[in-house]
Structures are given as structure tokens and as C-alpha cells.
T-cell receptor
Framework: QKEVEQDPGPLSVPEGAIVSLNCTYS??????FMWYRQYSRKGPELLMY????GNKEDGRFTAQVDKSSKYISLFIRDSQPSDSATYLC?????????FGAGTRLFVKA | GAVVSQHPSWVICKSGTSVKIECRSL??????MFWYRQFPKQSLMLMAT?????????EQGVEKDKFLINHASLTLSTLTVTSAHPEDSSFYIC???????????FGPGTRLTVL
């Protein structure tokens, strides 16, 4: 079992839709969780990081962590074609960060 | 956020030659940097952890004699692919730890093509 599981997609949505991206993890030692966005042939860009269970909002993005079920989510409101990218979730328990496989998102104009 | 640069952004080399990739933290000091490789449509694969002033820690299955890592200063880590072969062609990405929660900030990546 991988420490971080993420559906690779692809996920295709129309412009303006609410996007829900999800990951599960198995390592109880994970304390912090991150979401990265990676455009094609570019390095990943940190979008959001969270520590505790609950929601964290930043503009159109909301990160949600449920430590009891080991479930993390990223919601994108009013999705735009420019949001088309691969989204990677990650968990870290100190030093080592474990990444999910990434979900490819396509937002159609 | 913290800025990490990589150089070169892409490189083409002949089989058997060596290629050096630089990773720099531009506005912060990084005692720890990471090197990843990524094949098309696949996720990041951690190759090694680079610590300033000490030997790198390699992940299982990564040949340390083939992928030489040097972290001689707090702002620079280098990855040298020695005697490169076509199967080494990949996207190499570095990252550095920074921020309140020691988040990883990634460089833009280096695309290596070995002919």
C-alpha cells in the first residue's frame, strides 16, 4: 500500500465548475499536508499547506484535512482553463515528504 | 514563497558523457535539498536527499556513483549524471526546505535528453 494514494485521473470539468481533488494516506505520523500544482514541463508549485484537521481557504482554493479518516481534499471554486494542471498532494511527518501520484485536471473553456 | 532555480533548463548530450545540473536557493539558505526525477505523466520519484556539508542520502535503487550529488554551500546543490545513457533521459527536479513548516519549494526542472 502506498503511503499516499491519489487517483491519477484525468479529471475533465467545464469552466466555472467546482473541482474536488482527493487523497488518502496511511501514515499516522504525517503532521503537515500540502497541495502542489504542476504545469506540463514545469516544477511543482506549492499551493497550500495545512497542519490540523479542518479547512484552510486561499482565494478560490480550499484545502481540507480529516485526520480521523486520513483523507485530504482540495476544492477549486469557479475553475478556470488556467487551472488545468496536475495536482499533487503530499504528507510529511518531519523530514521526508511523500507525494501522491498526482491528478491531471482539465478545465474546458 | 521561497525561490529555487535550476540550470540548465534543458540539456541534450551524447551517450557516455557527463552532465551537471545546478540547483540554487535564491533568497534563502537551504541546508537540505532534494533531487527528484519524473518520467512523462508519472509522479515525482525521490532520488536523494542532499545535506550541506555532508554526503547525500540516496534512495534505494539509485546508484550513487552514477548520480553524484554535491551540496557545497547553503545555496547550491549539484547533481552530476555520469556516463549518461538514453535511459537516463528524464525530467530532473530539485527542491529545498524552507518556510514555517519546512515546506518543499521546487525548482523549474531540467529536461535531460541523452542521445
Amino acid at each position: 500500500q502506498k503511503e499516499v494514494e491519489q487517483d491519477p485521473g484525468p479529471l475533465s470539468v467545464p469552466e466555472g465548475a467546482i473541482v474536488s481533488l482527493n487523497c488518502t494516506y496511511s501514515n499516522s505520523a504525517f503532521q503537515y499536508f500540502m497541495w502542489y500544482r504542476q504545469y506540463s514541463r514545469k516544477g511543482p508549485e506549492l499551493l497550500m499547506y495545512t497542519y490540523s484537521s479542518g479547512n484552510k481557504e486561499d482565494g478560490r482554493f480550499t484545502a481540507q484535512v480529516d485526520k480521523s479518516s486520513k483523507y485530504i481534499s482540495l476544492f477549486i471554486r469557479d475553475s478556470q482553463p488556467s487551472d488545468s494542471a496536475t495536482y499533487l498532494c503530499a504528507g510529511t511527518g518531519g523530514f521526508k515528504t511523500i507525494f501522491g501520484a498526482g491528478t491531471r485536471l482539465f478545465v474546458k473553456a | 514563497g521561497a525561490v529555487v532555480s535550476q540550470h540548465p533548463s534543458w540539456v541534450i548530450c551524447k551517450s557516455g558523457t557527463s552532465v551537471k545540473i545546478e540547483c540554487r536557493s535564491l533568497d534563502f539558505q537551504a541546508t537540505t535539498m532534494f533531487w527528484y526525477r519524473q518520467f512523462p505523466k508519472q509522479s515525482l520519484m525521490l532520488m536523494a536527499t542532499s545535506n550541506e556539508g555532508s554526503k547525500a542520502t540516496y534512495e534505494q535503487g539509485v546508484e550513487k556513483d552514477k548520480f553524484l550529488i554535491n551540496h557545497a554551500s547553503l545555496t547550491l546543490s549539484t547533481l552530476t549524471v555520469t556516463s549518461a545513457h538514453p535511459e537516463d533521459s528524464s525530467f530532473y527536479i530539485c527542491s529545498a526546505l524552507a518556510g514555517t513548516y519546512n515546506e518543499q519549494f521546487f525548482g523549474p526542472g531540467t529536461r535531460l535528453t541523452v542521445l
